[in-house]
């Protein structure tokens, strides 16, 4: 602070009217009509944009199947299945369908999918074009973890970045958030964005993030709401790693709590794509 | 090459002159066929009322006129707000507060078809529910009555939302507010109304639109019969910004409604059903092509055959609810005692069925016919018998039984008898008549006869009456 402070003092004179130029170039790219040159990102490595009927391409995609420990962590209420009837692509989109049935000892049936081990990268622009359901109790989202080093790792050391999560109960505000060890679970790092004049359960919206070393931009649809650096974060910076995607569609849990007797069924999801860039070293 | 040019432009002059001779083929529309257009302003008052006229305020009938004023002390913007006092219940100037706003002036009104809600913020001197509050009523037509129910207000300005059902058919409205609300626990109070208007909040989905309520109902019917739906649960419902679930009552002009059967039951736009043949049909509805929960499902059995037409004198006759006497005056034919659990509908008013009036208790499990709060109990003391026909519309099962019990006096030393008619006496889609003994009913008195019971206990629940007589042999 101090060094910058006589730095500045000791500027000569001569070096004013340059300053004063970059100001104004500062100032004016400011401007909405200047194009922002941060998607540095511009060379796919993973798309799927879910064309093909039926099952989820299972080159890409895994499940996890039933109810975790205590409810995925989170006292979630669903029961995860692979069936058609919670997750299959039709028409264009990958449909996540929570429903409300009795099944294997939960109220509740849904479906979370994972590129653990079948995609897997460090850094890159992730972004999925997603329309959310609504309710009390529901709890969509598309999240990725970092890799486990074959369970020498656990969470939250592993690293969590929420690129999109949202409350059925509240449509028109979705969240962006990170975890890692001394920021997890109550204390993590988190941002919201509210939508004006829209809701996230009437149309497709963006949700994306440009991450690399020392950064995770999150922006919605155009809209750049968050930046996270490791000065943002009260622990160690754990996102210089390979991580995987997780999509899923959770019903009740600590976060969102229980549905209540004016929440409908079934509820879906519906993602258009999942597209990943990685940097274009040529 | 001139040539070739002049070949070219030839050519786009009479490419020209043929579109122009093919679009010249569009006629425009008439000045007739042409909608007329009404202004889009949202406010309805800010500081003060936005372009309602000079003769805007209707109070309903029974309400406190003057309950309405602007408050220029209050307000949540600006400099004043819309104020109602509602009065106290036993306020002789009206138990109640209530009125529309309607734009002055036949012919007025607003294009509302760009928003998607009335909004306003309020507030209230104490926490208390309001009736309702809507628009769409302009105590012309009111095809496009809305009412939001219950409206919890606190002492603090809240801002609330009102949906617009299908903002698409609000081409021309007048009537932009309507409210109405009574006292609490027979004490008046203020609330406050300001920055109403309609918005385009972009924030309102999911609809949920219902008929009957939501509930698919199947009814046996006549030939004849008029049912009104918007009497039988006609709502929309829209997800608002904060996750809750809207209610708002809708008139059935927001409604598309389609009988799958029209040579049985046909709707008109007002939402009234009229059966035409025997037959079945069943009713269904939309609102912007979002398919309604609930129907109607009608069961018409064809031209209703009436009970037997009674043949005693009428000089010995007293007669309750006869086509064939002159009636005597009756408090109700069904008392609605919906707080002792009473479950039963109908007789309120009796239904027009063939040549005459019949009543149609549904859902029975008990109903009085009163007569004893603002006319003359019934003096039988004379009488030695009571007369009913009743047409059951079910199946008769062994333990069936209707119960006729007559209070005497009623809430004065009052006293009861009761007869019980059992299953043998009853026919399944049958008339039957009963002439049942006064003394049967084991009264000291029956001078001053105040209510006739009809106690099913569920064991039948859906019957026709007609021709409730006293008389003498």
Redesign the interface.
Known sequence: MNKITAYKFKLPAIALPSLLLVLAFVAASCSTDQTQTVATFNKLSMADEFDVDGAPNSSIWNFDIGTGQNGWGNNELQYYTNRPENVVVQNGVLIITAREENFNGSAYTSARLLTKGKFQQQYGRWEARIRLPYGKGIWPAFWLLGDDKNGTEIWPEIGEIDIMEYLGDEPTRAFGTVHGPGYSAGESISKSYQLQNDRFDTGFHVFGIEWGPEYINFYINDVLYNQITPEDVPGEWVFDDDFYIILNMAVGGTLPGAPNAETTFPQRMLVDYVRVYEMNKN | MKNIKLTYTKMTILLGCIFITIASCERELSDEAVFATFPTAPEVFNDSPVGLGTDFYFPYINSKATAWSVDEKESYEGSASMRFDVPNANDPEGSFAGAIFRIDGEGSGRNLTDYDALTFWAKATQSVTIGEIGFGEDFGENKYVVGRKAIDLTTAWKKYIIPIPDPSKLIQERGLLRYSTGSLLGSGYTFWLDEVRYE????L??P?PKILNGVDVEETTFIGTQINLSERGLTQTF?L???V?QEVTAAPSYFTFESSNPEVAIVNELGVVTVLDAGSATITATIAGVKAAGSLTLQSLGNFAEAPVPTRDPANVISIFSDAYTNVPVDYYNGFFTPDGQTTQGGEPPLTLGSGQVINYTQLNFVGIGTFLNVSSIDASQMTHLHVDINVQEAVESGDYITLQLLNSVGNNETSGSVRITDNQLQSNQWVSLDVPLNDFGLANRDKLGLLFFISDNTISNIYVDNIYYYKE
Not at chain 2, 200 to 203: A, S
């Open positions: 385009k909040l972009g924030t989905a999911q949920k997800n910004p904060n996750g679930n």
